[in-house]
């Protein structure tokens, strides 16, 4: 009798590239060449917020979309030369994408974040090939605890959502997964454990997480 398939729908940003540091780093040097100065502090409380959200916060909420969408674009452009300049994969990651691949799990990506930068970090891990779907903010009109993205992702790689597990760094991640239907482990990092209380499985490195373990993990699943 054949298994029934599974699969791992990734976060990004805090799953598979370390990116706090660079994401802080290019909101301080944008701010500054608009003669703003914003501090590692500001930029720590502005935590789950999306890119608009922050702008507004600090550029104000008087601009034109065309404005928020240019600052948006140059935040992320500085982002990007960032992270190319010195890539900072999360530790375990590459081993976990190829010994999950390799084990028949269908593997996907669900990311609010840009095309450019998702494509960016897949390239840099050098797993592209690996991933049967890639989700980004793209193809989302509603973003997380709304459980659209990891919808999409389940529909383009034909596995049921309860077939399904989503690995988080945010608790709004955990709440998408969650409401898609999905099993969910969390991956503490910048928010603390006991806020991620609600995922399924909560480790503190991808080096504890292996395919026996998630295929035991979908299978006690309700």
């Known amino acids: 009798m054949p298994v029934p398939a599974r699969a791992v729908v990734f976060d990004v940003d805090g799953v598979l590239v370390d990116s706090y540091d660079a994401h802080m780093r290019s909101w301080l040097l944008m701010g500054r060449e608009h003669g ?37 674009a140059r935040k992320e452009a500085i982002y990007r030369d ?19 691949a390799d084990a028949g799990f269908r593997l996907a990506v669900g990311s609010s974040g840009p095309p450019a930068n998702v494509e960016l ?41 309860a077939r399904c597990i989503v690995v988080e760094d945010a608790p709004v991640g955990i ?10 482990v969390a991956l503490v990092g910048t928010v603390a454990a006991d806020r ?9 490195s991808l080096r504890e997480l292996d395919a026996g373990q998630l295929a035991a993990l979908l299978d006690r699943a309700p």
């Open 196 to 204: 991620l209380a609600a995922a399924d499985l909560v480790v503190r």
């Open 175 to 184: 709440v998408a997964a969650r409401a898609a239907g999905m099993a969910s």
């Open 82 to 100: 960032l992270i190319r300049e010195r890539f900072p994969a999360m530790d375990g990651a590459v081993e976990l994408i190829d010994a999950l």
């Open 36 to 72: 703003l100065a914003i501090t590692e502090e500001e930029f720590a409380s502005t935590f789950g917020q999306t890119s608009r959200e922050i702008i507004a916060r600090f550029w104000g909420s008087e601009l034109s979309p065309q404005d928020v969408e240019a600052l948006d």
């Open 121 to 161: 970090t897949l390239d840099r891990l050098g797993r592209a090939s690996r991933f049967t779907a890639v989700v980004t903010g793209r193809d989302v009109t509603r973003g997380k605890p709304d459980p659209q993205v990891f919808q999409i992702a389940a529909e383009r790689l034909r596995v049921p959502p």
